[in-house]
């Protein structure tokens, strides 16, 4: 079956590619403005980056957030976003949304939760009554929301299941579950549907997948079922299988992944967007991600340095004040981590700006057509004394790229 979701709500231009690897440089149009890609998303789940107002995550250069889908269901719910006019007026943000379909949050939160081919049945966590889940009631809900990227309906299993049998089900259901979204999509126009390919670690599955998915021309595609625990090469393997099969001109996204590491590989595989809560829930552990690997500020050794969070950063937290930034030192941040929530809101600061950044580095590395020279350079760094992972440079020597 083909049913294409023309018109599409996104344009994509390719400005350039690595000559040794997959990695490559472009710009997504979308309803809300231009999103230079390869990107990184922030997750702001109720429709909030915890720890940030939206003035404060416009300032370190975000231009699309992710929104949860299955929460802002739950709360404000339907009616109020209907009202409103969705979750850009909602949340006061004027730029790219990206809504997932709320499926994964019914496996991943709810144990009572049942798959069926209608949909996915759970126990709403208010109340205990029985609830249900389809492809048609996601796009209804991500509709509503307004989102600039909706995510299809998808059945979603661990990777790291060994029931080959379940793993293939969940990626035929996944199939048929995208042409119900489609069918049930009211704005093509001005939203756009991407689809998600399934099929756990098994490389044939995967390629299947992409096969019919491909079919189906949605305006971008994502990579689902990864960040659940398996092995980094069989991530890597997963990745550089099915940005193979996908078509050269449609953004790439690979769902959940956010450890710089993780992005630099993955982008020299051929993937094009982020997404993970990792950089905003590390910082609300003290922890500080750095070119030079994670720095935990809760540590005593930090209680009299008085430098910034990292060393030529540019974003509010790090800059100098006479700079128009606020002058943040390390021991200050030590001083708060355990007990002041402003210290987590700080550090979200920072380490959202830095993934931005580390972004805007590999976009400009690629354009240069020096992204080899970029990956060792951060191995180097991010690493310190120790040898970068094998995983890593199994991976990039697969694409030509040796570090």
Request: glycine share 8%; charged share 20%.
């Amino acid at each position: 079956m083909s049913t294409a979701t023309k018109p599409s709500a996104l344009t994509f231009d390719l400005h350039g590619r690595c000559s040794t690897s997959k990695a490559r440089a472009s710009t997504l149009q979308l309803p809300h403005g231009a999103v230079e890609l390869p990107m990184f998303m922030p997750v702001a789940t109720q429709a909030s980056l915890k720890g940030l107002t939206p003035e404060q995550l416009e300032e370190t250069g975000c231009r699309l957030c992710l929104n949860n889908t299955y929460h802002l269901g739950l709360k404000p719910g339907q009616a109020v976003l209907d009202t409103i006019g969705g979750a850009h007026k909602l949340q006061g943000w004027n730029y790219n949304i990206l809504t997932d379909s709320g499926g994964f949050q019914m496996v991943s939160l709810l144990k009572l939760a049942k798959i069926t081919e209608e949909g996915v049945r759970f126990l709403s966590p208010h109340d205990g009554s029985p609830m249900l889940l389809t492809p048609e009631h996601s796009m209804s809900l991500q509709n509503s929301i307004g989102s600039d990227i909706m995510m299809q309906l998808d059945d979603v299993i661990q990777t790291t299941s060994p029931d080959r049998a379940r793993m293939k089900e969940a990626m035929e259901r996944s199939i048929r579950w995208l042409d119900r979204c489609i069918v049930a999509h009211k704005y093509p126009e001005s939203q756009n549907l991407f689809c998600i390919i399934q099929g756990g670690l098994n490389l044939e599955m995967r390629r299947q997948c992409c096969l019919e998915m491909v079919k189906r021309d949605t305006p971008g595609i994502a990579i689902g079922g990864l960040s659940g625990g398996e092995a980094k090469t069989d991530f890597c393997k997963v990745v550089d299988t099915c940005t193979s099969l996908f078509p050269e001109k449609k953004p790439r996204y690979v769902m959940g992944i956010g450890y710089p590491e993780d992005i630099v590989v993955a982008v020299a595989l051929g993937a094009d967007m982020f997404d993970c809560v990792w950089p905003t829930r590390t910082a609300r552990f003290g922890n500080a991600i750095t070119a030079c690997g994670v720095l935990n500020l809760k540590h005593a050794r930090y209680a009299e340095d008085f430098g910034p969070v990292e060393e030529g950063c540019s974003c509010t937290c790090c800059r100098a004040k006479q700079d128009g930034g606020l002058g943040v030192s390390r021991a200050y941040i030590y001083h708060l981590a355990a007990k002041e929530t402003v210290g987590a809101h700080l550090l979200t600061m920072h380490n959202v700006h830095h993934l931005l950044s580390l972004m805007g580095r590999i976009r400009t590395a690629i354009l240069e057509d020096r992204y080899p020279a970029f990956c060792k350079d951060f191995f180097v760094k991010y690493f310190e004394s120790q040898p970068p992972p094998e995983w890593a440079v199994d991976a990039l020597k697969g694409v030509g790229i040796d570090i």
